[in-house]
């Protein structure tokens, strides 16, 4: 019988796994306790039950409305988290999940009109909110384009056949797809875009042509999701980092964190929730100038003792580690 760990308490029992794509799965979770969440929230997951790795997933299944609380996965290769639950796990097995976090929900933000946007696995949230959107709010004017790399990469491919949906396929577009890349041609043509809730989620550079897009296009309301960080290629100039242990230099270009930094190098680093609340990738800075915009989980002594959280760490000089 494994334990909770202290950031990972609600114990969930694996129901059924469904393959989604070929390189993406569904698990559905049962959990015997109450289980609060908001559409379009994540949750860190204890990988093999250890305190130690943890890794943030959405949960893609919607409150009030999916039968289980579903995590939708994308396997990567050589990621400890999810090789082990899509390989590994399997049903009747337990999982061990945080509370659910973050902001990206909809129910933060009513609207009477949406424009939903997904590309790749990003769709977890979306379908959440879009699902959630449909029993709470079914006069809610709703618009979603979802951007994959081929017709068989859809993720939720039969569910997506009940609500409207714009796919944008960049390989062998089938009938229904449109061809390419999502353009400001595409954006342009949703009616009355100006006045729509924009929610976003996908790779970093997606959501960043996004946001230029719409803003271009009068969009007011935007919000986004980093669902995952895509790792820069090291860089010679910049600011550099110094490591004691083992001794090591390495430069980070200046306005990235000091997570992206460690991560870009390869240096090992735990991160889980990249956004300041999990406490994973706790790391202590001997000298240097930086800035932080999240302490939470760090104690007042290990602030003056120079810990950060690398996540929401963001040098402004040149930085040794311990």
């Given amino acids: 019988m494994t334990m909770p760990t202290s950031q990972c308490p609600y114990r969930m029992q694996v129901h059924h796994i469904k393959q989604e794509t070929p390189d993406v799965w569904t698990l559905s979770l049962f959990c015997h ?3 609060l969440y908001q559409a379009g929230q ?4 204890s990988i093999r039950n ?3 790795t943890l890794r943030a997933y959405t949960l893609s299944s919607t409150p009030g409305v999916s039968l289980f609380i579903t995590l939708t996965i994308r396997r990567i290769d050589d990621g400890a ?3 082990w639950l899509t390989r590994e796990v399997k049903r009747g097995d337990y999982l061990w999940l945080s509370e659910a976090q973050g902001e990206f929900t909809c129910q933060n933000h009513p609207a009477g009109r949406y424009l939903l946007l997904a590309a790749g696995c990003g769709v977890t949230p979306i379908m959440s909110m879009r699902r959630w959107l449909a029993k709470y709010s079914p006069m809610a004017d709703v618009q979603v384009i979802y951007s994959v790399r081929s017709p068989q990469d859809v993720i939720f491919a039969e569910e997506w056949r009940q609500y409207p949906v714009t796919l944008v396929a960049e390989q062998g577009a089938a009938h229904g797809f449109v061809p390419g890349r999502l353009t400001r041609e595409l954006l342009a043509s949703v009616p009355d875009i100006a006045n729509r809730t924009v929610m976003t989620c996908g790779p ?3 959501m960043d042509f996004v946001e230029q897009e719409v803003k271009a296009l009068g969009v007011t309301r935007f919000w986004k999701e980093k669902f995952f960080t895509p790792v ?7 600011l550099k980092i ?6 090591r230099e390495f430069h980070t270009p200046v306005g990235s964190t000091l997570l992206e930094a460690l991560e870009s190098n390869k240096v090992p680093v735990n991160a889980a929730c990249r956004a300041g609340v999990c406490g994973c990738c706790k ?5 240097g100038d930086y800035s932080v915009t999240s302490t939470m989980t760090l104690t007042e002594q290990e602030i003056a003792d120079g810990y950060v959280l690398a996540c929401s760490c963001h040098p402004q000089g040149d930085l040794v580690l311990a």
């Fill in 42 to 45: 994540y949750a860190l997951v």
């Fill in 232 to 238: 820069a290629a090291p860089v010679t100039s910049g």
């Fill in 242 to 247: 110094s490591t004691l242990q083992p001794v």
């Fill in 81 to 83: 988290g999810s090789g």
């Fill in 50 to 52: 250890s305190a130690d």
């Fill in 204 to 206: 970093a550079p997606y």
């Fill in 33 to 35: 306790d109450d289980y």
């Fill in 283 to 287: 790391t202590k800075v001997v000298s």
